[in-house]
């Protein structure tokens, strides 16, 4: 998705995963560190990297990693945030949701759709997520958007990724006043739903904090929880 971007790329510096979309957000920039055997030196690496484009990131670092390791955000001047649950299921409880929702998949001509839901539901300027969920990107073959309506309103959004053999779920959003209603739990199972349908083995997502009970009761399990950092 980086590498559609003018802003945005990809790439391995030495085991950990660097990557730059240029949307300022610090979840959308940043390091991630999959292998706990990472040297500390490959994290110093990979932040000097995205560093260097001026954006504000983060880093991610799978359990397991050696204090070290973990060490190398806060020698930047990072801030420790809550952990992230990364939760899976191959098995999800079917959730369609109210009566009155109506979910279909976005066309990448709709990408703005998305953006105009989940700019108000992450308190987040719509045209920094419009550089991100583009009509290019929403045209991936591994990338599929959804939109749940209520009376031709457009109120909760989801976006699914398939990597290898599993898909993952991100953005999922709803606007505020149509919260707590079942909407949001609704558009992810069909996320996920769509996905495993398509021949994924499982599905997965991280979930913050205020997701982690609805993810739950669907079907996900946590599998671990990532420590992470942001810039001030």
Same mark, same amino acid.
């Given at each position: 998705?980086?590498?559609?971007?003018?802003?945005?790329?990809?790439?391995?510096?030495?085991?950990?995963?660097?990557?730059?979309?240029?949307?300022?957000? $610090?979840?959308?920039?940043?390091?991630?560190?999959?292998?706990?055997?990472?040297?500390?030196?490959?994290?110093?690496?990979?932040?000097?990297?995205?560093?260097?484009?001026?954006? @504000?990131?983060?880093?991610?670092?799978?359990?397991?990693?050696?204090?070290?390791?973990?060490?190398?955000?806060?020698?930047?001047?990072?801030?420790?945030?809550?952990?992230?649950?990364?939760?899976?299921?191959?098995?999800?409880?079917?959730?369609?949701?109210?009566?009155?929702?109506?979910?279909?998949?976005? $066309?990448?001509?709709?990408?703005?759709?998305?953006?105009?839901?989940?700019?108000?539901?992450?308190? $987040?300027?719509?045209?920094?997520?419009?550089?991100?969920?583009?009509?290019?990107?929403?045209?991936?073959?591994?990338?599929?958007?959804?939109?749940?309506?209520?009376?031709?309103?457009?109120?909760?959004?989801?976006?699914?990724?398939?990597?290898?053999?599993?898909?993952?779920?991100?953005?999922?959003?709803?606007?505020?006043?149509? @919260?707590?209603?079942?909407?949001?739990?609704?558009?992810?199972? @069909?996320?996920?739903?769509?996905?495993?349908? $398509?021949?994924?083995?499982?599905?997965?997502?991280?979930?913050?904090?205020?997701?982690?009970?609805?993810?739950? @009761?669907?079907?996900?399990?946590?599998?671990?929880?990532?420590?992470?950092?942001?810039?001030?």
């Amino acid at each position: 998705m980086a590498d559609t971007l003018s802003t945005g790329w990809v790439r391995q510096v030495g085991r950990v995963t660097a990557l730059v979309t240029g949307v300022p957000v $610090a979840s959308l920039n940043g390091v991630w560190v999959t292998n706990p055997r990472t040297p500390p030196a490959d994290i110093d690496a990979g932040l000097a990297a995205v560093s260097a484009s001026g954006v @504000r990131h983060c880093v991610q670092l799978r359990p397991g990693c050696d204090a070290a390791a973990n060490e190398v955000p806060e020698r930047h001047g990072m801030i420790a945030q809550p952990a992230i649950a990364l939760m899976a299921t191959g098995d999800l409880a079917a959730d369609q949701g109210p009566d009155e929702l109506l979910i279909r998949e976005l $066309a990448p001509a709709e990408a703005s759709t998305h953006c105009q839901i989940a700019g108000p539901a992450f308190e $987040a300027p719509v045209d920094l997520l419009a550089q991100l969920l583009t009509p290019t990107v929403l045209g991936l073959p591994a990338v599929r958007g959804f939109v749940g309506e209520v009376s031709g309103k457009p109120v909760v959004t989801a976006v699914s990724v398939a990597v290898l053999d599993t898909v993952g779920i991100f953005n999922v959003a709803t606007l505020p006043g149509y @919260r707590r209603r079942g909407y949001g739990a609704a558009v992810t199972a @069909r996320a996920c739903q769509d996905g495993l349908q $398509a021949g994924a083995k499982c599905g997965w997502l991280q979930s913050s904090e205020a997701g982690y009970g609805v993810y739950k @009761r669907l079907g996900f399990s946590t599998i671990e929880r990532w420590g992470c950092w942001i810039t001030p």
